[in-house]
């Protein structure tokens, strides 16, 4: 092998090796503690102030509550997910945490080449009848009943009865979010209008602020008045064609408020922080169970934001209706 391939090859792996370990916490070194957990992102990474960031509060919380070490990948524009994964779970991680749905057939066929490591696979999406190995735990949610209450609010909050949504990748997972939005706000406005737009139908849908806006400014010249959107780093600029439109949006995953404060009614969260604790807390106290969990209203997996920044956003009438609803879904 001439001495260029050799300076080449060895190139290619040190950039995989940075990739790995430059985009997670602590740099190259190995993890010390007594229970390593690796984490690779869905695409649009660490600050999407949305679906990432709260699988890393999850982490976070982890390893102060519970004394773990932690690692993450951001995986680019998910292309390199499956080697991701692999890295991890050959580097001794006692378990690996893939954050979407895209991650589920890499990271069913890992945990069966690796039986001695955990695996977690945020919104797994499993067959009908599909059991998963032992050592991989699915983690979904009850997405559409967060989504009915939020739709109600839209609803009862809508002065045009037009309404809108806005989906990221064009997929059965988002048409969980649309189908209880559009419910809850027939639920209380039978005669509303529900727009339905979706950014694209491949991955990166989920990280196109530029078609959000787009997407939204073009719901709200139709008449909506309020928008919720699933659709990860692109409600960014749902949020910004709210602002200026000075309309209503409703954010998704996390409390979106603090992304644009003049526009967020509120936010539909599903508490993946949780989900991640939880697996990681199973792992630490060696309970950990495979199988498909999932979290809805009645666990608290999901729920929507009522605090001190929309409480007069939300008059009392208006939550009265809304704990109604959501006794009636539980």
């Not at 001794?92 to 890499?106: K, N, Q, R, W």
């Not at 919104?123 to 059991?131: H, I, L, R």
């Not at 709200?220 to 409600?235: E, L, N, P, Q």
Request: aromatic fraction near 8%.
């Amino acid at each position: 092998m001439s001495t260029k391939v050799v300076v080449l090859a060895s190139l290619v792996v040190l950039n995989l090796g940075l990739m790995l370990f430059g985009a997670g916490k602590g740099g190259e070194q190995q993890c010390q503690a007594e229970v390593c957990v690796g984490l690779v992102f869905d695409v649009g990474g660490l600050g999407d102030k949305s679906f990432n960031d709260a699988a890393h509060r999850g982490l976070v919380k982890a390893e102060k509550d519970l004394g773990i070490g932690f690692r993450y990948v951001e995986p680019g524009d998910g292309s390199d997910r499956e080697s991701a994964l692999r890295q991890l779970a050959s580097q001794g991680a006692d378990l690996v945490i893939g954050v979407g749905f895209i991650f589920s057939d890499d990271i069913r066929k890992l945990a069966t080449e690796f039986p001695d490591t955990k695996f977690a696979c945020i919104d797994y999406s499993a067959a009908p009848g599909e059991v998963l190995p032992p050592n991989l735990a699915g983690l979904r949610f009850r997405e559409h009943e967060g989504s009915f209450l939020v739709g109600a609010i839209a609803g009862l909050k809508t002065e045009t009865s037009a309404v809108g949504f806005v989906g990221g990748m064009d997929i059965p997972l988002i048409h969980k979010f649309e189908a209880g939005y559009r419910a809850g706000v027939k639920e209380v406005c039978p005669s509303c209008q529900v727009l339905s737009t979706y950014a694209g139908t491949e991955p990166k849908a989920f990280s196109d602020p530029i078609a959000g806006k787009e997407l939204s400014l073009a719901q709200y010249a139709k008449g909506a008045d309020v928008i919720f959107h699933a659709s990860g780093k692109t409600g960014t600029g749902v949020f910004n064609a709210a602002k200026s439109q000075g309309k209503w949006a409703i954010g998704v995953d996390s409390d979106q408020f603090h992304e644009m404060p003049c526009c967020v009614l509120t936010s539909m969260i599903k508490k993946v922080d949780v989900a991640v604790f939880n697996a990681v807390e199973d792992i630490v106290k060696k309970r950990f169970e495979g199988g498909v969990q999932e979290f809805g209203l009645e666990a608290g997996g999901v729920d929507f934001v009522l605090d001190q920044n929309n409480r007069d956003r939300l008059p009392p009438e208006m939550l009265k209706k809304i704990d109604s609803l959501r006794a009636e879904v539980v």
